[in-house]
């Protein structure tokens, strides 16, 4: 048996050897990219030449058009192969630095011997096609996540194999030279991400791969849920884990899956920069990233679509009977009356309005109204609104034959330039028309199309339907709950309609009436995309997830949360969260993961954090040791401004960022008016993308899925976390913190704190004088 100390010298062997292996292979790739370099600029530059070549004649131009689509390829491909060899180079080079993080020892039958393999970010295969590293989502690294040593099993596209696992080991390799290494039993060690844990944050988020636990590794693997609900307490890796799933289902099905067809739903666009690294360190690109409040206002254009946090802001206290409208109105059964309303509609209850061109009606209501009822009636509500556009292009076309040969047209074409009168032939030449005629005929038919435009793009996009009248019609019958008060409900269609006139919309109403919308229309479906992930889903109404899967009805959904996170609404547990979306979903396969670990914070701030939670006790805190959080108490604002600056100053001199998180953004303009003219101080803003190092100030809502060095709580009073409803967002605030968390409170302490464990926590008190 080495001894450690051998047995870390012949790791280190190996691993220069491999590097020596990687470092060639970059070499060459870096010259092959070069080439490749090169011929990609010669392509373009020819395209480009080509591009320009005097297109007057028509002849001409028919054949450069196929010669430029054939460059047009051509520059794609040499785009793409470029593409693909700067990847490697990227990979090689992380290679380089560290070739893997772990190793395990297999042994398939007593008989033969032990197999040693190497697992790192990407598999790196020598000249005889032996691999010296296994990718991390290689079958058979799944041993590493999942097995404790003895015998174990991993799943191949041929089936589950078994095996023995004799050892496993984890490395950790900086700059070619392993500066840690351990032998465990565990599914992957403590020591190992201790010292990971143990480090600074800087500006973007890492990944996990060399040390994901067993249960994330089992989110990150599912190939089989429809739908996967995870629900874990803050900090124990739910982002980290959807990022690693990304990277392992594009290795999986790399040849059908694109980065392109799986959308993350993100909290904020400060949350989107802050991961935006992880897929590129894993060797892969990024999924696309969309805020709800982006993916609401780019399908309601012309319209201002209340964000969720602009109704935070104004609503933080919304009354009873608010409640219960909204509770109505984010239902999964609000929905369903949305469908059942749309597929019951006659056709004379069709809300249409004319098509108006240059201030004229061009199509009646009534005119739209009569083609619509003259459809069979048990038509699909998407069949009938095709069938109703269908007709009216064709009468459109028809007005466009009559017009074409009117005077104003004729004058037009008489006056027309050679040039503008070849483009209208477009594709067509002299010759190809009987007569003189006919060409006229077909240029004045051009004409009159062009500047129909206008009437042609209302009918393909459907304007005709009036889809904000149709859904006040739909609030108007609608079947309401007890709870709600025919006058309370008849205010809010008129405050719907109101918020129409000054083209705004309430957040409630967005995924009712795009469903809406959708359904009669039949417009709005995504079908390429196939993975849907959505970060923090406790802010999500049911109405919106579900209006999310009817917008991507062929992808599967991954939805990740914390309940008692929830800013914007009450807790549920998640069994019956599953239940409730399993129903919702109408899906089979869907399953539940949940994560009561926290690695993001101290064990000193995760125990203070998991206190403040009724049902707490099921969070466990990972044993990493620092200070115990400390509140602060001040007396009058003077003072608890001084308090602010000391402590900022204090924090300052071991990290490098120090968050003030507060309730609201009033409160973040406050204090940064304060810390600006003393220290260099940020406040950060819903449109911020990116976030500066020093003291930055922001009301928690922004901080969403965020984690920082240290965290100041500003102002955690009775007055301001007064009960039990602020529980959520004083527990999503103490647990942004990695390393230090302070409390600073004006006045009395709030009573959620108040009531804690005095051992949780140290106290600074100011004395009252
Ligand atoms: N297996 C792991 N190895 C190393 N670090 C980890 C692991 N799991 C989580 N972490 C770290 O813990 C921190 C929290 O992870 P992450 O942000 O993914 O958690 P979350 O569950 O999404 O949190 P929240 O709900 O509070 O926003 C991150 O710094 C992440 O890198």
Same mark, same amino acid.
């Given at each position: ?80 192969? /470029? ?5 490697? #180079? ?52 799944? #041993? ?29 390799? @900086? ?31 890492? =990944?996990?791969?060399?040390? &994901?636990?067993?249960?994330? =590794? ?41 980065? @392109? ?51 935070? /802001? ?10 219960? #409208? ?63 556009? =269908? ?30 009168? $070849? ?47 149709? !859904? ?15 006058? +309370? ?12 006139? !000054? ?27 196939? !993975? ?53 979903? =109408?899906? *089979?396969?869907?399953?539940?993961? +949940? ?51 000391? /402590? ?11 968050? #003030?998180?507060? *309730? ?59 009960? /039990? ?20 409170? &004006? ?15 140290? &106290?600074? $008190?100011?004395?009252?004088?």
């Amino acid at each position: 048996m080495p001894t450690p100390n051998q047995a870390q010298q012949q790791e280190q062997q190996r691993v220069d050897t491999v590097i020596k292996q990687v470092k060639a292979r970059a070499k060459q790739t870096d010259q092959l990219l070069d080439k490749a370099h090169r011929e990609t600029d010669v392509i373009q530059k020819n395209y480009g030449d080509n591009n320009s070549v005097n297109t007057f004649e028509v002849d001409d131009r028919i054949e450069t058009n196929a010669e430029l689509q054939q460059q047009k390829q051509m520059v794609e491909r040499a785009v793409e192969s /470029e593409s693909i060899l700067t990847r490697q #180079v990227g990979v090689l080079k992380d290679l380089s630095n560290s070739p893997y993080f772990g190793r395990i020892d297999i042994q398939d039958s007593p008989d033969e011997d032990a197999e040693q393999l190497y697992i790192g970010t990407a598999s790196f295969v020598d000249e005889h096609q032996n691999f010296l590293v296994y990718d991390w989502r290689a079958p058979i690294s799944s #041993v590493y996540y999942n097995g404790t040593l003895g015998e174990v099993q991993y799943q191949t596209p041929a089936g589950q194999q078994t095996t023995e696992l004799t050892k496993k080991r984890q490395f950790q390799i @900086d700059h070619g030279q392993i500066k840690n290494m351990f032998d465990t039993n565990e599914t992957v060690g403590d020591e190992i991400l201790q010292a990971v844990l143990g480090e600074q944050n800087d500006a973007y988020m890492q =990944n996990i791969v060399a040390t &994901i636990q067993k249960e994330q =590794n089992d989110i990150i693997r599912d190939t089989y849920s429809d739908l996967l609900v995870v629900q874990g307490v803050a900090g124990s890796g739910k982002t980290s884990a959807i990022l690693q799933r990304i990277a392992f289902l594009l290795y999986h099905s790399r040849a059908s899956l694109e980065a @392109d067809q799986m959308v993350l739903f993100s909290p904020n666009r400060l949350f989107s920069h802050y991961i935006s690294d992880v897929l590129p360190s894993l060797g892969e690109r990024n999924m696309r990233q969309v805020t709800l409040a982006e993916f609401l206002s780019a399908r309601f254009q012309g319209l201002s679509v209340q964000s969720l946090f602009d109704r935070y /802001e104004v609503d933080q206290q919304a009354d009873a009977t608010n409640a219960a #409208v909204r509770d109505f109105q984010e239902s999964a059964a609000f929905m369903t009356q949305v469908d059942r309303y749309c597929h019951q509609l006659p056709a004379n209850a069709l809300r249409f309005t004319d098509i108006v061109f240059n201030g004229d009606v061009f199509f009646t209501r009534a005119e739209i109204t009569a083609i619509a009822a003259s459809l069979p009636a048990a038509m699909q509500p998407a069949d009938r609104f095709l069938a109703i556009k =269908n007709t009216l292009i064709k009468r459109l076309k028809r007005r466009i034959d009559q017009e074409a040969q009117a005077d104003w047209v004729n004058e037009q074409i008489d006056q027309m330039s050679d040039e503008t009168y $070849h483009d209208l032939l477009g594709d067509k030449r002299r010759g190809d028309f009987q007569s003189l005629d006919d060409e006229v005929f077909y240029i004045g038919k051009q004409i009159v199309t062009k500047r129909l435009r206008q009437v042609y793009d209302a009918i393909y996009n459907g304007y005709f339907l009036d889809t904000y009248e149709q !859904y006040n019609d739909f609030l108007g019958q609608i079947d309401r709950p007890e709870t709600i008060a025919p006058a +309370t409900w008849r205010q809010r269609c008129q405050q719907f309609q109101a918020g129409i006139e !000054y083209h705004r919309i309430a957040l409630i109403d967005c995924a009712p009436l795009l469903l809406l919308r959708d359904i009669l229309t039949g417009s709005g479906e995504n079908r390429r995309m196939q !993975y849907i992930f959505v970060d923090e889903m406790q802010d999500y109404s049911l109405a919106q997830l579900l209006y999310i899967k009817h917008a991507f009805p062929l992808a599967k959904f991954t939805l990740l949360g914390d309940s008692e996170q929830a800013l914007f609404k009450d807790i549920e547990a998640p069994r019956q969260l599953l239940e409730r979306l399993r129903d919702a979903f =109408n899906v *089979r396969r869907a399953n539940l993961i +949940t994560l009561s670990k926290s690695y993001r914070s101290t064990m000193q701030i995760t125990n203070f954090a998991k206190a403040l939670l009724p049902d707490g006790d099921q969070i466990q805190a990972f044993t990493r040791e620092g200070d115990l959080p400390k509140v602060m108490i001040r007396y009058g604002e003077d003072n608890a401004q001084q308090g602010l600056l000391t /402590e900022v100053n204090r924090l300052l001199t071991t990290t490098s960022t120090v968050a #003030v998180l507060t *309730r609201n953004l009033a409160e973040s303009k406050h204090v940064y008016q304060f810390l600006k003219h003393h220290t260099v101080t940020t406040l950060m803003a819903d449109s911020d993308r990116t976030m500066p190092q020093g003291v930055i100030v922001l009301p928690i809502y922004l901080a969403k899925g965020l984690e920082f060095d240290a965290v100041i709580a500003y102002d955690i009073s009775a007055t301001n976390y007064p009960d /039990e409803q602020s529980v959520g967002l004083l527990y999503t605030i103490a647990s942004r913190a990695m390393h230090h968390l302070t409390l600073l409170s &004006i006045g009395d302490v709030s009573p959620l704190i108040a009531k804690l464990d005095p051992t949780l926590f140290t &106290i600074e $008190h100011q004395v009252r004088v």
